[in-house]
């Protein structure tokens, strides 16, 4: 017998599996030796070539089995829809700033700064030295290069009015505060379990609290920041043990709460044993005011502290510390460890290079007057152009404003209009834990371009007024 | 009334405070007034000093609360234990072979090739290249640079056999492989879920999984992989919809499964409507065989494919790629987006870099005859010197040979009377999803001073005969 043999035995097996419904099974080795009068090589032969085209299958010791005739047609994965089941998270990181608008487009958009509001020389000669250094090709310790929770220690010790200052040990270096917030959410909260919110709030938090799968908790919060008694009242109905906050420059109402709504704040979580997460983003963008981090005042691990330098220093550069004390730390380690093992001593030497050079200093000093004057001739202009969309605070820090828009704005009309007219905004992003309380948009002034706002505004104005 | 009053009140309150349970309730600030005849604002002065010193706190509209005297002793966080609860993951990365043994210890007990092993100067001059360019200071698509996504891509494209290659949109760009398996596993499996894994495996896979609340279903793997017909059981006694495994050079086994297993896996996760996790860690360390992924064969969307740089190129560059197609590849990004935002452009521009020059190809060849003669030096020095440590296969790539020791072997006393004497092992390591089959030992032949690998083996078998 032949290879022509082989070639017939699988035409012939081909017409069946053409006829057969896929998991059918096929004529027996020894059937076919003798309907075709070939060895049993010869039908070895046929069947492997069969296989490898993705026709059939051999289950061992049981037989030989159609697979599907499909692979002529495009691929399906329908299969997974039924493998997978229904999907835990609604929110994507889809809608949301990162997403980047065409290039000759204005921007309202984007949550980071333009490279121009970089120390764009101190990082390429950080990176540059780290490259030189040990950092590059070493495995640093789960919790990070110690000369670093060393400085992010030190950074909090200096504000810190508590009894109890953090050290090194206390700081977890993550690869940025998204992770941290992952972490935290996942280790310390859990599936299914209350997490109060101020509402509204930053949108990437709740992205990671619902990827977590825990129960977000609105708590409503305005330009003066979140109402303690309401707080406490969240606390008791929903047995809630955290509450993620952003005291300082709230992202995107730009509140900052005051010294006495901190101490109050703070006094409500002890009193029911929970955590406040202070997300301080902005802790490098304050313009009158500085961020004055609720964790210095904290001393008895009631405040869990994330810091990232990943939007002052550089968006490559993704270092962040989350900086707790008692079990909490050992569990969000824990955490952290297993979902990314450590973080690269590239970028932790390179981001600690560039915020212990003294021109880090300098560069803080004169992006405090940048953000100034980019924020005040946005507000000039909406004020000017847009007078639709009301400003509810002028906030003394962080990089967005926070406008009210009339309540039968469509948003997803605005943002489709203003995007045809070159102006790109944020006005599908959700930043409320549950439903919007109103008709809200964030713009953010540290895009490039920043000398076109006034048409930025103008665009805007015009697509609300045609609403 | 002058500041003496105000100094009395507190040194009054203080003692009060001192004898009273936390949460007693203070004499009401008018009692205060008419006790001491001070005014209202000197009252209010000294209730603030004590506020400011953590000593009582004050509930707006209810009244002035002692909250502990015992800011004097050390802090206390237990009360952060009952908030927390029971935590879900056993494993820790504690004690895994990321620790780090005393500087002048042998060490056949790390995961990572040494320094010696890497592309160091193609390293360094591709991080110093990426710090001129502008990755270092932009912020990448989540899914990664384009052209990375690519260069992953076409690698599994060429090994492909299927009808369906790869292209640039089925990879996922992650910030380390342990990312990615945390992704996966919470993303397509979910907690409580069932999960199955080769046993032994990995155990960064397993401490993922654990993280990730899934349930693990052991599916036992020896020298020549797992069983078919074992694995097929497996899914339908668990209702699993997920294998994870490592076809080529295991770790920590070094098996390498034959073509025809891989075809007869292949086949059972098919007709399972499953995924097969391949974690193809060991790519680029094919010894006398090279690694051919089972992906290459896919083309249905039933293996999710896992390749790292990390090992190969620097643990600084963290970048692995996940290639997937179907609903299972959005829902991972959907995840890693959630966890993660993005992977630092700055990594991902170096790390190819370092892929894309001629010198990586010569790098790997030069990588593939050190291994190979560190391994056959590890192995007679064994062979020589504790011969009670049995090899049962010598594996043809990876990193890792797996011994079996004698049964009667205490493994933590083996570690520490091996430390004692200079040597880190890796005994303490669980690399059993359920209980160990036996007493195992991986010892790693990348590590330092592989020249002393009989000295080590000396240790080690002295230590073996001394149990």
Redesign the interface.
């Known amino acids: 017998m032949n290879n022509d043999s082989s070639s017939q035995i699988v035409e012939k097996l081909k017409k069946i599996i053409d006829s057969s419904a896929p998991g059918t099974r096929l004529p027996s080795t020894r059937s076919l030796v003798t309907e075709f009068q070939a060895s049993p090589v010869t039908v070895q032969k046929a069947l492997q070539s069969l296989?490898?085209q993705?026709l059939i299958?051999?289950?061992?010791?049981i037989g030989t089995f159609t697979?599907s005739s499909g692979?002529t047609r495009p691929?399906?994965?329908s299969?997974?829809?039924?493998?997978?089941g229904s999907?835990?998270?609604r929110?994507?990181?889809a809608a949301t700033p990162?997403g980047?608008p065409g290039n000759d487009s204005l921007s309202l958009h984007h949550g980071?700064p333009e490279?121009g509001l970089?120390p764009?020389r101190l990082?390429?000669?950080a990176?540059?030295r780290?490259?030189?250094s040990e950092?590059?090709?070493?495995?640093p310790?789960?919790g990070g290069l110690p000369d670093l929770q060393r400085w992010f220690a030190r950074e909090l010790a200096e504000q810190s009015?508590?009894?109890?200052t953090p050290t090194a040990k206390d700081v977890i270096i993550m690869?940025?505060s998204?992770?941290g917030l992952?972490s935290i959410f996942?280790s310390?909260v859990?599936?299914g379990q209350p997490l109060l919110v101020e509402s509204p709030t930053y949108w990437?938090a709740l992205?990671?609290a619902?990827?977590a799968?825990v129960q977000l908790i609105p708590v409503s919060s305005g330009p003066n920041g979140p109402d303690?008694?309401e707080l406490s009242k969240a606390f008791d109905r929903s047995g809630a043990?955290m509450f993620y906050a952003q005291p300082n420059f709230a992202n995107p109402t730009g509140a900052q709460w005051t010294a006495a709504l901190k101490?109050?704040i703070l006094?409500v979580v002890?009193?029911h044993?929970?955590?406040l997460v202070e997300d301080d983003w902005a802790h490098d963008f304050g313009i009158e005011s500085s961020s004055i981090p609720l964790a210095a005042?904290d001393?008895?691990?009631h405040v869990i502290y994330i810091r990232s330098l990943t939007k002052s220093v550089?968006?490559?550069?993704?270092v962040a510390a989350v900086i707790t004390?008692?079990?909490?730390r050992d569990?969000i380690l824990?955490?952290t460890?297993?979902?990314?093992?450590?973080?690269?001593?590239?970028?932790q030497a390179a981001a600690l290079d560039v915020v212990t050079q003294p021109a880090w200093n300098t560069h803080l000093r004169s992006l405090r007057s940048q953000l100034s004057a980019r924020r005040d001739l946005l507000i000039s202009s909406l004020h000017a152009e847009a007078p639709e969309a009301q400003l509810e605070l002028v906030p003394q820090g962080g990089l967005n404003l926070w406008l009210r828009l009339p309540e039968h704005t469509d948003l997803k009309l605005l943002t489709q209009d203003c995007l045809r007219a070159g102006l790109a905004i944020a006005g599908e992003v959700n930043w409320f834990p549950a439903e919007p309380a109103g008709k809200y948009l964030r713009v953010n002034y540290a895009g490039e371009r920043s000398a076109e706002f006034p048409e930025a505004a103008r665009i805007l104005g015009e697509a609300l007024r045609s609403q």
């Open positions: 296989s490898m993705g299958e051999s289950r061992p010791g697979r692979l691929a399906d994965y299969w997974q829809s039924t493998a997978l999907a835990r998270t929110r994507t990181a990162l980047r980071y490279p970089l764009s990082v390429r000669s990176v540059n780290a490259s030189r950092s590059a090709l070493a495995c310790p789960p009015i508590g009894s109890v690869p940025g998204q992770s992952s996942a310390l859990g599936a990437g992205l990671a619902e990827n799968g303690p008694v043990r101490e109050q006094a002890r009193r044993s929970a955590f005042a001393d008895s691990g550089s968006p490559s550069l993704r004390r008692g079990p909490a569990r824990a955490n460890a297993a979902e990314a093992m450590y973080v690269s001593g590239l970028l």
